[in-house]
């Protein structure tokens, strides 16, 4: 079945970074777009940005333009999203999500628990 | 940047009743507009695309309308597992999300 996999919990110190990874399967990954959204405890949903697998081509949310960098390997069917310069108000959910064009965001991943503490 | 206001910020309603929520653009959207539901521990599921059309499974309770700049879900009938928070996200100009709408029983 389609899914995507996200890698598991970070704790990481303030001014560090991180990356998580969002692993695809049942479909062909180079298709379809992929967002990142973050999620606060209690809070709402925050869109970080956007990466086209098949060119690489990315779009960020001016809010993290300069601290965000998504990646992929086509190879083994995988985005990435870092994260640099962390501060607490950094602690979040990180999804990933598949976008059918003309449609909307349509696979999930489970969510990455990202804690910064120092 | 597009920002989105989403209406009421929690909606109290008994199983059976009709909800109706609202989301409204800074700008104009056209009907560039999906609809999300989230359960607690859950990640979010669209459930509207393009202001009107229901996604894939998607009951036909649900329903969406709007262009422009406002916008509304209407879901006709509540079933127990519609109480969740709802969010609306707009793509025409990159994207961003309402701040949600969340449905409690009442």
């Known amino acids: 079945q389609v899914q995507l996999v996200q890698s598991g919990a970070e704790v990481k110190k303030p001014g560090a970074s991180v990356k998580v990874s969002c692993k695809a399967s049942g479909y062909t990954f180079t298709s379809y777009d992929i967002n990142w959204v973050r999620q606060a405890t209690g809070q709402g949903l925050e869109w970080m940005g956007w990466m086209n697998p098949n060119s690489g081509n990315t779009g960020y949310a001016q809010k993290f333009q300069g601290r965000v960098t998504m990646t992929r390997n086509t190879s083994i069917s995988t985005a990435y999203m870092e994260l640099s310069s962390l501060r607490s108000e950094d602690t979040a959910v990180y999804y990933c999500?598949?976008?059918?064009?003309?449609?909307?965001?349509?696979?999930w991943g489970q969510g990455t628990t990202v804690t910064v503490s120092s | 940047e597009i920002v989105l206001t989403q209406s009421p910020a929690t909606l109290s309603l008994s199983p059976g009743e009709r909800a109706t929520l609202s989301c409204r653009a800074s700008q104009s959207v056209s009907s560039y507009l999906a609809w999300y539901q989230q359960k607690p521990g859950q990640a979010p599921r669209l459930l509207i695309y393009?202001?009107?059309n229901r996604a894939t499974g998607i009951p036909a309770r649900f329903s969406g309308s709007g262009s422009g700049t406002d916008f509304t879900l209407t879901i006709s009938s509540l079933e127990p597992e519609d109480f969740a928070v709802y969010y609306c996200?707009?793509?025409?100009?990159?994207?961003?999300f309402g701040q949600g709408t969340k449905l409690e029983i009442k």
């Open positions: 393009d202001a009107s």
């Open positions: 999500a598949r976008e059918v064009h003309y449609y909307g965001m349509d696979v």
């Open positions: 996200q707009q793509r025409s100009n990159f994207y961003t």
